[in-house]
């Protein structure tokens, strides 16, 4: 259950790769959307969607270099 104050740390985390790959589940979109309505919260979210929006971009740039090399470019 979540707390009043919003979801965890690990909860947000998986919540914004879900978010990224549009698997989110409505039991855990209703969570993020009506738990931790605080400014605070808010910022958390905004963190963690860069980090995660920054982790995906990084990690696709080094599949195709990784692709390239292989295929001998």
Request: overall charge positive.
């Amino acid at each position: 259950m979540p707390s009043p104050d919003g979801p965890s740390f690990w909860q947000m985390l998986r919540s914004a790769f879900a978010a990224l790959f549009g698997v989110q589940s409505e039991q855990n979109r209703q969570r993020d959307f009506n738990t931790g309505q605080t400014p605070g919260i808010r910022w958390q979210w905004l963190l963690t969607g860069l980090v995660v929006t920054g982790a995906f971009i990084v990690f696709v740039m080094l599949m195709v270099q990784l692709a390239l090399s292989l295929a001998g470019a």
